[in-house]
């Protein structure tokens, strides 16, 4: 007999992995699309849209992130400060030299829900500049994103 009822996860039940992903020589939008899968935990069976079943997520060698074309003077990223003429701009080459994490956080937060829930899964998003981390007491288990589809 097939059983119709779908199974969702429960607190209790998810189970969240270290992952390890080297950033070196990886195109920018590549990079951030399978990280925010992997730490929304879409590539898991008993994925819940409205529980954080993710993996935990370290990244190395950010500094060494590609863009392709001329994207790394022709894109501008915009924030405001709230007051008038407080509009800000600033290309992934400024990015990059005043704090080598923020292209690559800024990009895998884009990919996230806008909400509680994507501020939790965010967390769990740990970017290092250099190859050295802190995290290797959990023991992380390095993964290739070009096998991932």
């Not at 529980?51 to 863009?67: F, M, P, S, T, Y």
């Amino acid at each position: 007999m097939v059983s119709y009822t779908t199974l969702s996860a429960k607190k209790e039940n998810i189970t969240k992995e270290w992952v390890l992903i080297d950033a070196e020589n990886q195109i920018l939008g590549r990079l951030a699309t399978v990280t925010a899968r992997l730490l929304r935990g879409k590539h898991k069976t008993n994925f819940t849209p409205n529980l954080d079943c993710g993996d935990n997520v370290v990244i190395i060698n950010a500094e060494k992130i590609q863009l392709t074309g001329n994207k790394w003077n022709a894109r501008i990223h915009f924030r405001y400060t709230g007051y008038p003429g407080g509009q800000k701009n600033i290309t992934p080459a400024q990015m990059i030299t005043k704090k080598p994490t923020s292209v690559v956080e800024e990009a895998i937060r884009g990919m996230l829900p806008k909400n509680r829930l994507g501020r939790a899964l965010f967390r769990n998003l740990h970017v290092y500049a250099g190859t050295d981390h802190p995290h290797q007491g959990q023991n992380p288990k390095p993964i290739d994103i070009q096998s991932i589809k």
